[in-house]
């Protein structure tokens, strides 16, 4: 009897944006082929929780103005939904010489080991693993401070603020909340937990503006330093405005459990600190059986996003390093760089699956950013593609762009039809229930 030749098994690891879209587009491709054809390849996400989160939607959780329960999407429905496999673990070891990954244990609460250590192989690995808070060592951070980098960091941070604006209203504490970081994260965090206090003080809780208050530090010399200095100068204008205390030019030294410590021996008073500043790949992938990586832990990946020293594996998103031709820098870690560069693998890497072919050079469209002030104000800039490069605007028409942006994601995922459906219950939920989260 002939032997059955063994079967393309692609591994995605990583169910962030870039992620998530790739299992959910070749899974829908693959089980194409299965059907047609009574076999075909195979594709396994695996990722360390139990649910996927759009990543720029993390602050409107940790500060409780949406719902996490109608924001996430459980990966094993997902699988289900669009013909994938999911494995829930965490990356442990690669093996590129059998081509398999190890992920660990998977253990409760208590200690019990739930799914024991397991071994995946694969033929093409995809690593999307995303990126972390980067405290670049300064000392306290890791002990008193906050990141919201995860779905369960983010629900984490709400319990804890629930509590203390509890203690705000009934024993009359002080809440001072501090985030260091004037990036896009650090920002629309300020914003919307003024809306937080906007919302409570709306639901009878008028003693807490006298007991909350909320400060932004930034190192450099404006926030959003990404973006045309002009909307830097109104997003700061507008933060001040709201009630945000805004410090730029101000480098925190140290953190201790009541306070930030600046390089000017000043304390910055805080109750409650997040770390918003400054972005790293995860330290596992430094160890990753010789794959070339930078100093912020990222794979070094070619133009056709794979690895620069191994041809069956690929790395796209924040945990990536692609520097372009003529480029001075690699392309930054934003979501908009994840999103294309997801695009690109959906769209070639099935020939290269199925028919051996490789995969283009991958080619990066600036199509510019947008930053949201919760309900207050939105801004954007059209970045260098187009006729209209450099144009800035803001208002309904930025609000409105970066909704689209979160509604796009949700309807690559579940399809055109379900994603508007999903919209619309958003909708009709914002109009029935309590604009902050009250459980």
Known sequence: MAVRPQLHRVVVVGGGVAGLEIATALGRRFRGERQRHGEGPSVTLVDHDTAHVWKPMLHTIAAGTSDISQQQTPYQAQAHAAGFAFQMGEFAELDRTARELRLLPLRDRHGRVVIPERR????????????????????????????????????????????????????????????????????????????????VVAYGGEELPTCLSVTLLEAGPRLLPAFPTNISTSV???????????????????????????????????????????????????????????????????????????????????????????????????????????QHLIRYLPDAVLHGRSVPPFRYHDFGALVSLADYDAFGSLGDYGLMKSVTFRGRLAHFSHVLLYRRHQMQLHGVLRGWLLWLIDRLNASARPTIRMD
């Open 120 to 199: 995946v192989r694969y033929d093409t690995l995809i690593i999307a693993v995303g990126s972390l808070v980067n405290d670049f060592g300064t000392p306290g951070v890791a002990e008193y401070c906050r990141v919201i980098d995860s779905r369960r960091q983010a629900n984490a941070f709400n319990r804890e603020i629930r509590v203390r604006v509890a203690q705000c209203l009934t024993q009359g504490k002080d809440l001072s909340i501090g985030i260091v970081g004037g990036g896009a994260t650090g920002v629309e965090l300020a914003a919307e937990l003024i809306r937080l206090k906007d919302a």
């Open 236 to 342: 700061q204008g507008q933060l001040e405005a709201l009630g945000v205390r805004v410090l730029t030019h101000t480098a925190v030294n140290s953190v201790t459990e009541d306070a930030f410590i600046l390089n000017t021996k000043d304390r910055i008073p805080a109750s409650l600190k997040v770390w918003a500043a400054g972005v790293k790949a995860p330290e596992f992938l430094a160890a990753l059986d010789g794959l070339e990586t930078t100093r912020g832990n990222q794979l070094v990946v070619t133009a056709s996003l794979c690895t620069t020293n191994d041809p069956h594996i690929f790395a796209v998103g924040d945990c990536s390093s692609l520097r372009l031709a003529g480029a001075e820098r690699p392309l930054p870690p934003t979501a908009q760089v994840a999103h294309q560069q997801a």
